[in-house]
């Protein structure tokens, strides 16, 4: 099946850093490509959509400049946490939607867990 | 009030019982996703529904679109089964439940 990979898949930094996190899809086109914010026993939230060659869009409430996606080619979008602070320690997560298999299946990487410290 | 409520919040259960998990939701959709989270944070896709039954290994999924409301149930349930099951629907963007934290001993 489709594979979407995510690195790293833990992260710990001091405050004041930026950390970046890609999302690649291995084995297929992912022009769209979705962040996922996740804290402790909460459901997901959608951060951003990652759209191929143009800006992303992002969720009311998600900074732009604090979060910042890249999606420079079909197979890897990156989510960079600028300035990090201990507010931003959670669980990212991104997802890619195959549209080429037409099924409307979910791929999820496996997930980033980011401690600022 | 949440647009996807999921039920039970946790459950523990013995090797080989019978599980059920309900998810209802209160927007229109076009289509219900169910989806297992590993202790890791891992998420796979089990069903994608719009309509009817689904059935893949142990795992049954269930969709009424007239009562907004969705069950996945798994059959001779094993340990690692355990797992966080979330319901996600799909007016456009998705909507996700707050999950079911699944214990399953031996």
């Known amino acids: 099946g489709a594979v979407v990979s995510q690195h790293p898949s833990w992260v710990i930094c001091k405050s004041g850093t930026s950390v970046k996190i890609e999302c690649r899809s291995l084995?297929?086109?992912?022009?769209?490509m979705f962040w996922y914010r996740q804290f402790p026993k909460q459901s997901l939230m959608l951060m951003a959509t990652?759209?191929?060659?143009?800006?992303?869009?992002?969720e009311q409430g998600v900074e732009k400049d604090k979060f910042l996606i890249n999606h420079a080619s079909l197979t890897l979008s990156t989510l960079t946490v600028t300035s990090a602070h201990p507010e931003d320690s959670s669980f990212y997560i991104c997802?890619?939607?195959?549209?080429?298999?037409?099924?409307?299946?979910?791929?999820f990487g496996e997930g980033s867990r980011l401690t600022v410290l | 009030k949440n647009e996807v409520e999921q039920s039970p919040q946790n459950l523990t259960a013995q090797e080989g019982e019978f599980i059920t998990i309900n998810c209802s939701y209160s927007?229109?959709?076009?289509?219900l996703h169910w989806l297992q989270q590993h202790p890791g944070g891992g998420i796979v896709s089990l069903f994608m529904?719009?309509?009817g039954k689904k059935k893949h290994g142990r795992l049954i999924a269930t969709i009424n679109i007239q009562e907004k409301h969705s069950s996945l149930h798994i059959t001779a349930s094993h340990p690692r089964d355990s797992a966080v099951y979330i319901c996600?629907?799909?007016?456009?963007?998705?909507?996700f439940g707050t999950g079911t934290r699944l214990q399953v001993f031996p």
């Open positions: 997802s890619a939607p195959d549209w080429g298999r037409n099924t409307g299946e979910l791929f």
């Open positions: 084995d297929f086109q992912a022009t769209t």
């Open positions: 990652s759209n191929e060659g143009s800006k992303a869009t992002y």
């Open positions: 927007v229109g959709i076009s289509a």
């Open positions: 529904l719009s309509s």
């Open positions: 996600a629907v799909r007016p456009d963007k998705l909507i």
